[in-house]
C-alpha cells in the first residue's frame, strides 16, 4: 500500500538570502522529495510554493517541522494535503503581453475574456514599472489555448479587450517542452 501524501507547502516573508536554503533543508533532512515549486518577489517579500511529496506524515506533521523556521526567520508558512492533480491542459501554448498605464480591472478583464473562452491560464505575472507620477502595468500570462479555440478569433477579440482598455497586448504562440 503506497502511503505518499502530497502537500502544498506556502511561504512569504521579507525577502532576505538564505530562505530557500532553510526551506529546503527542511525538506531534504526529512525526505521530502520537492516535486514541483515556483517562488517570486511581490513588493519586497519573497513568496514561494512548494509542492512536496512523502510517505507516512500528515499536515500536522510537516507544519510541526516548520515551526522552529517560522520563528527564528519570521516565515509565514502554510501547509496543505493535496488530492491527486488534474489533468494537464492539451493544446498550444501562447503568452499573452498586456502594458499600458495602471488602472484598476486590467488582470480581471483579460482573465475573464479568457475563462469565458474555457482559456486555460499557466501562470500570471504582473508588475508596476515606471515612475511614481507615470506607472505603467505590465501583465504576463501563458496560456493554452484548446485546439478546438484555433482560428476562432480569440486574438482579436483580446487585442480589441486591450485596446478598449487603452492598454497594449502581444500575442504569440510558445514552443514548449518538458524536463
Known sequence: MNNKNIFAVTLIA???PGIVAAVSKIFFENSFNIEDSS???LQGFFSA???VSKEGITTGGVKKLFMPLEKTMNIDIQVQEMSEAGVRPI???YIISVYGSDKPGIVNKVAEYLANKEINILD???KV???EKSPIYLMVLEVVIDPQMMGTGWEDDLKKISRDMGTD????QIETYEF
Open 14 to 16: 521579507a525577502d532576505r
Open 39 to 41: 517562488s517570486t518577489l
Open 49 to 51: 510554493i512548494f509542492i
Open 91 to 93: 493544446g498550444e501554448h
Open 124 to 126: 500570471l505575472q504582473t
Open 129 to 131: 514599472a515606471g515612475s
Open 169 to 172: 497586448v502581444n500575442i504569440r
